[in-house]
């Protein structure tokens, strides 16, 4: 592996963790996402050929990208990413360098922390600072939702590339997927404090499964705007939903029901929050959880046992799974001081039920995209 000093710039960009707001940001709803202190880092320099050469710091391959030829790389395993990023970063009409990345993702992958948006943010970053540009993290934001949906195919939302770009340290993003508005809204948990806890459950089928809920509520969308003036799910309340529930077939009216009443979750998490009132924020985590594991069926059963084992402990007030689902990781509200213990016993009771070891992650909220020069 190269030497890191050998570069010119070395560029950050953040996993994320969602508080609540699971599966709306693709129907307009607004998200409550923290960029996170697991970061994705490129070091790049501009090497003056047609190629991007990529190495990364804990894989073997190394993988030259031709820059006049990046739509052939959409099959690559890795490097489809940083092609995806290439391609769109030119097409948007910026100025497209060959240059050596090197890749070094904190991200734990497969872990529903985002760590295809932080690598896809920070690549676009280091693809800007190459050209001379500023980096804009919203636009960032935008070319690597395009990457992730082209060259990745998930059809994803912008809440994770969103977060990984414009994440502020100690703040959670208030982010309206409909107009991309976005809050900074603090985050103070008081004698709480956020754990996050890994299933160590590879996700599997996520992208076909992704991508069918996605159809689901697309479907659900065009049934209820023939009946009621809307620009998207999220635009319906809950109780207008129930009036029209028999115009739905069954499982398209429960994909609906979770979004919609999410949607509702979410405003509730923030008054919550702004009133410090942390035993109210974690029902409502908790609710949530139990919505994504009846109506919108994307838990499965590691991540419902590690829920299950944290609301049994009494020094949790909530908890719930984060991300897309399907494996992945959950965030847990607990008192700070029997966070050690509530480790060991949801830890332990998670082996013995699924025979799976989980991590948990002491990450902190932190700042999203950031680069400097070395
Ligand atoms: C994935 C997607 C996001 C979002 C979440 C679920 O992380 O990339 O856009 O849809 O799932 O909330």
Redesign the pocket.
Known sequence: MMNKSDYRFEVSAAGRV?LI??????CGGK?LPCALSLKCTVYARPNGSDFINLCWSDLLDKVSLDIRELNQYRELKHAKYQAGCAYFWREAGHELKGCDLLIDCKVPFGS?L?SS?AIEVATLGALAVIAGEIPDPVEIALLAQKA?REFAG?N?????QYASACGKKDHAMLLDCKTLKCEQIPVKTGEYSLLIINTNKPHSLIESK?NERREETEMAFSLLKRKMDIDCLADVRPFRLVEYRTSLPGIIYRRAKHVVDECERVRLAVEAMQNGDMKRLGQLLMESHMSLADFYEVTGKELDCLAHAAWDHPACVGARMT??GFGGCTINLVKSNAITDFKRKVCYRYMQETGYEAICYDAEIADGLTYKKL
Not at 21 to 26: A, I, M, N
Not at 156 to 160: A, L, P, S
């Open positions: 969602n707001g699971e599966h709306v940001d693709y998200v529903g985002s948006a992730e998930v994803c939302g912008i809440m994770d992704y991300g897309a």
